[in-house]
């Protein structure tokens, strides 16, 4: 899991999800997004892809290398038609390709097209998924981080932290 304290609104959080974005790219089918989660019974609630300021959609930033594995010092025999090393420009995946929360106490309702609600105890946790399809299988993750924005909070006490941990599903 990764944490990230939120203290205020219209601000991004960024949490370092690397391990799991190799693990979705190597094994696409494994990619059933993230889950957050808060240790407290405040509410935070974070922009969603639907809501129409697209500022604050949600996102994932990837960095990666493809391509063969990096050459060690020790001269080695170069392999005839071998694809070179690549290294990409940082991706920009703007906006989940699902976003939702789930709510402890009504769990058979949908909530997507709303923003996505955090309350601590896991009285309402989020859901969110982003394609990454568009990353090569063999592509070697060096960095990926989720973006969030908060929007509101449901006590307006933006003085008090709130802790968010991002876990794969």
Same mark, same amino acid.
Request: charged share 15%.
């Given at each position: %899991?990764?944490?990230?304290?939120?203290?205020?609104?219209?601000?991004?959080?960024?949490?370092? /999800?690397?391990?799991?974005?190799?693990?979705?790219?190597? %094994?696409?089918?494994?990619?059933?997004?993230?889950?957050?989660?808060?240790?407290? %019974?405040?509410?935070?609630?974070?922009?969603? %892809?639907?809501?129409?300021?697209?500022?604050?959609?949600?996102?994932?930033?990837?960095?990666?290398?493809?391509?063969?594995?990096?050459?060690?010092?020790?001269?080695?025999?170069?392999?005839?038609?071998?694809?070179?090393?690549?290294?990409?420009?940082?991706?920009?995946?703007?906006?989940?390709?699902?976003?939702?929360?789930? =709510?402890?106490?009504?769990?058979?309702?949908?909530?997507? =097209?709303?923003?996505?609600?955090?309350?601590?105890?896991?009285?309402?946790?989020?859901?969110?998924?982003?394609? /990454?399809?568009?990353?090569?299988?063999?592509?070697?993750?060096?960095?990926?981080?989720?973006?969030?924005?908060?929007?509101?909070?449901?006590?307006?006490?933006? =003085?008090?932290?709130? =802790?968010?941990?991002?876990?794969?599903?």
């Amino acid at each position: %899991s990764a944490a990230k304290v939120v203290s205020a609104l219209s601000t991004w959080y960024d949490w370092n /999800i690397t391990s799991p974005a190799q693990a979705w790219v190597t %094994s696409p089918s494994s990619n059933h997004g993230m889950l957050l989660v808060s240790d407290n %019974s405040r509410e935070v609630r974070f922009y969603t %892809s639907n809501d129409v300021d697209s500022r604050f959609h949600p996102h994932l930033r990837v960095e990666f290398t493809a391509g063969n594995p990096v050459p060690t010092a020790t001269a080695a025999p170069v392999t005839p038609g071998a694809t070179p090393i690549v290294t990409s420009a940082p991706m920009e995946i703007r906006g989940a390709s699902q976003d939702t929360y789930i =709510n402890k106490l009504d769990p058979s309702r949908t909530y997507e =097209n709303k923003p996505m609600v955090i309350r601590g105890v896991g009285e309402k946790r989020a859901l969110l998924k982003f394609d /990454i399809t568009q990353i090569p299988s063999t592509a070697q993750i060096t960095s990926a981080t989720l973006r969030l924005a908060a929007t509101n909070y449901n006590d307006g006490k933006t =003085n008090l932290a709130l =802790n968010v941990e991002a876990y794969l599903v």
